[in-house]
């Protein structure tokens, strides 16, 4: 089976490329200078886990989700996000 691949395009002007290169830059500095506890602590604080957690209604089922962090984990939420998609 052929994993389906999709491609989008996103044309910007230079000026916009650079600033989101150097935004990109900044944060992953700062994110290098942190322990990964900090790290840690550092996203969650983007997204408290109250808002994380919330119960969503799909077609009479009653879905509640719920968010932990393990500070332990050998996972990042990107390869997290890779794997669901993946399947």
């Known amino acids: 089976?052929?994993?389906?691949?999709k491609i989008y395009r996103i044309e910007l002007t230079?000026?916009?490329y650079e600033f989101?290169?150097?935004?990109?830059?900044?944060f992953c500095n700062k994110l290098?200078?942190?322990?990964?506890?900090e790290r840690a602590e550092y996203l969650k604080s983007f997204?408290?886990?109250?808002?994380?957690?919330?119960?969503k209604e799909i077609k009479g089922t009653v879905y509640r989700v719920n968010t932990y962090f393990n500070k332990d984990?050998?996972?990042?939420?990107?390869?997290?996000?890779?794997?669901?998609?993946?399947?």
């Open 1 to 5: 089976m052929q994993d389906s691949k």
């Open 47 to 55: 997204y408290p886990e109250q808002n994380l957690n919330f119960e």
């Open 73 to 87: 984990s050998e996972h990042t939420i990107l390869t997290r996000f890779f794997e669901i998609f993946k399947k």
């Open 32 to 37: 290098s200078k942190m322990t990964k506890e």
């Open 20 to 26: 989101l290169e150097n935004l990109k830059s900044e």
């Open 14 to 16: 230079n000026e916009e």
